[in-house]
């Protein structure tokens, strides 16, 4: 870390005679004089008592999850997080630990970067994974990217089921570098001669699950690649991306022990194929033992810009999400294969009890086909800013907006295992009451 060493007025006053200006303000002399110094215009200082009770304050005008039903999915969940989780993350050897840039230090957080590898491989029957990306969205993206070098070709193809923001950050990456997104209907997906993967969500931005077996293979006839972004919580119930043959696995991880939090710190899960890893973004830590036989943990691969020649790395996120990554570990870990799997259900059976009673209120139909898992459209009798402004009166945070001109009145609803009957019940009477007040 750079250490601090504050300037003296010696050392200033060299500094500003070397560069010829007699002060430090003639250096702001470009910024308007009004905007150089405003007033910020504070209230009085408070004691920490003071404090407390006024951010309490502040706080309470949140709606908060454990007050409120809460329906809002769309990329950030509310799961239960077990106390162990953070009471075991918080510890001040995580906290204080920054990436492990030297191989041979920081066994701990090496260790626990290389549980969580171990752990994301074992839920998406993957073979390898890298110590994670910076969130999901972004792990999807360097996917695409890696995809394009492993096969030498320049464009990829997106199913238009996959969140559109995952979208909208894929050509945030991909078009600068030349590579061009091809967003495409799943019944018409496959790959091609030219497209280096075929990327995939399931469950998809609707809640449900792809046909992966089927692009699978139409991707894999054409030499492309099959890249697939799932749920973790769901691999607790359905086949994990491995079993259909996916070159490239890539999740969100916040639904891992970690809260919502304004939309971070989260981290990406990546996983692939073994044959692929020399062109897998991140770092990887592996499992050795010294020279007296004892057990060791050493990063085994850094293909990022800060660890090799610019030109050859494979990615250029510098940021680490390691503390969340532990989280993730920590998690897994705690519940189990059969605690993953319990998750799995209740979330599964909740949701598709909340879509069962909605879909008996007049006015409403359930949007989304197939099967899904803890998401699910629903086509509303008006906007989802008036349904939800309804519910709020409930104390309800209802579904997210999907509504396009295509698909109006659209709202996307998740259910959770934190849901209780109770606050299913009161959604259904609010969206009953929604309708009956137009």
């Given at each position: 870390?750079?250490?601090?060493?504050?300037?003296?007025?010696?050392?200033?006053?060299?500094?500003?005679?070397?560069?010829?200006?007699?002060?430090?303000?003639?250096?702001?002399?470009?910024?308007?004089?009004?905007f150089?110094?405003?007033?910020?215009?504070?209230?009085?200082?408070?004691?920490?008592?003071?404090?407390?009770?006024?951010?309490?304050?502040?706080?309470?005008?949140?709606a908060?999850?454990?007050?409120?039903?809460?329906?809002?999915?769309?990329?950030?969940?509310?799961?239960?997080?077990?106390?162990?989780?953070?009471?075991?993350?918080?510890?001040?050897?995580?906290?204080?630990?920054?990436?492990?840039?030297?191989?041979?230090?920081?066994q701990?957080?090496?260790?626990?970067?290389?549980?969580?590898?171990?752990?994301?491989?074992q839920?998406?029957?993957?073979?390898?994974?890298?110590?994670?990306?910076y969130?999901?969205?972004?792990?999807?993206?360097?996917?695409?990217?890696?995809?394009?070098?492993?096969t030498?070709?320049?464009?990829?193809?997106?199913?238009?089921?996959?969140?559109?923001?995952?979208?909208?950050?894929?050509?945030?990456?991909?078009?600068p570098?030349?590579?061009?997104?091809?967003?495409?209907?799943?019944?018409?997906a496959?790959?091609?001669?030219?497209?280096?993967?075929?990327?995939?969500?399931?469950?998809?931005?609707?809640?449900?699950?792809?046909?992966?077996?089927?692009?699978?293979?139409?991707?894999?006839?054409?030499?492309?690649?099959?890249?697939?972004?799932?749920d973790?919580?769901?691999?607790?119930?359905?086949?994990?991306?491995?079993?259909?043959?996916?070159d490239?696995?890539?999740?969100?991880?916040?639904?891992?022990?970690?809260?919502?939090?304004?939309?971070?710190?989260?981290?990406?899960i990546?996983?692939?194929?073994?044959?692929?890893?020399?062109?897998?973004?991140?770092?990887?830590?592996g499992?050795?033992?010294?020279?007296?036989?004892?057990?060791?943990?050493?990063?085994?691969?850094?293909?990022r810009?800060?660890?090799?020649?610019?030109e050859?790395?494979?990615?250029?996120?510098?940021?680490?999400?390691?503390?969340?990554?532990?989280?993730?570990a920590?998690?897994?870990?705690?519940?189990?294969?059969?605690?993953?799997?319990?998750?799995?259900?209740?979330?599964?059976?909740?949701?598709?009890?909340?879509?069962?009673?909605?879909?008996?209120?007049?006015?409403?139909?359930?949007?989304?086909?197939?099967?899904?898992?803890?998401?699910?459209?629903?086509?509303?009798?008006?906007?989802?800013?008036?349904?939800n402004?309804?519910?709020?009166?409930?104390?309800?945070?209802?579904?997210?907006?999907?509504?396009?001109p295509?698909?109006?009145?659209?709202?996307?609803?998740?259910?959770?295992?934190?849901?209780t009957k109770?606050?299913?019940?009161?959604?259904?009477?609010?969206?009953?009451?929604?309708?009956?007040?137009?």
């Open positions: 870390m750079i250490p601090y060493l504050p300037t003296t007025e010696r050392d200033r006053r060299a500094m500003l005679d070397t560069i010829g200006v007699e002060r430090v303000d003639a250096l702001f002399a470009d910024i308007p004089k009004e150089r110094d405003p007033g910020l215009n504070l209230p009085p200082p408070l004691s920490e008592l003071e404090l407390k009770r006024e951010l309490q304050r502040l706080a309470a005008k949140n908060s999850g454990d007050e409120w039903g809460y329906f809002l999915g769309g990329g950030a969940y509310r799961h239960f997080i077990p106390g162990v989780v953070w009471n075991l993350v918080k510890r001040s050897e995580f906290l204080t630990a920054y990436t492990p840039y030297q191989p041979e230090i920081s701990g957080v090496l260790q626990a970067s290389y549980e969580f590898q171990t752990l994301c491989c839920l998406l029957n993957m073979e390898v994974a890298n110590v994670g990306m969130d999901g969205a972004t792990a999807f993206a360097e996917a695409a990217l890696m995809a394009c070098r492993l030498k070709r320049a464009k990829v193809r997106a199913l238009a089921t996959v969140s559109p923001r995952y979208i909208a950050v894929l050509e945030t990456y991909a078009v570098q030349g590579v061009e997104v091809e967003v495409v209907e799943t019944a018409t496959a790959g091609g001669p030219e497209i280096a993967c075929l990327l995939a969500q399931s469950p998809n931005f609707s809640g449900a699950m792809e046909d992966l077996d089927r692009l699978g293979k139409a991707t894999h006839s054409h030499g492309s690649l099959l890249v697939v972004a799932t973790p919580i769901a691999m607790g119930l359905f086949k994990p991306p491995g079993d259909y043959g996916a490239i696995a890539v999740a969100e991880g916040q639904p891992l022990g970690v809260p919502m939090s304004f939309g971070g710190p989260y981290v990406g990546f996983t692939c194929k073994a044959s692929h890893v020399r062109q897998m973004p991140g770092r990887i830590v499992k050795t033992v010294d020279g007296q036989g004892k057990t060791g943990y050493v990063l085994t691969l850094q293909t810009e800060q660890h090799i020649r610019r050859r790395a494979t990615s250029n996120i510098c940021t680490s999400e390691t503390l969340i990554a532990i989280a993730n920590v998690y897994m870990a705690a519940l189990g294969k059969w605690g993953m799997r319990r998750v799995a259900e209740l979330c599964y059976h909740k949701a598709h009890y909340a879509a069962a009673q909605i879909a008996k209120i007049p006015g409403y139909a359930i949007a989304t086909e197939g099967v899904f898992f803890k998401e699910f459209a629903v086509t509303c009798p008006a906007a989802p800013s008036e349904i402004k309804a519910l709020r009166a409930r104390k309800i945070v209802g579904g997210l907006d999907i509504s396009s295509g698909t109006p009145n659209r709202m996307l609803v998740c259910v959770t295992e934190v849901n109770a606050e299913i019940d009161s959604l259904i009477e609010g969206l009953r009451e929604a309708a009956d007040g137009r």
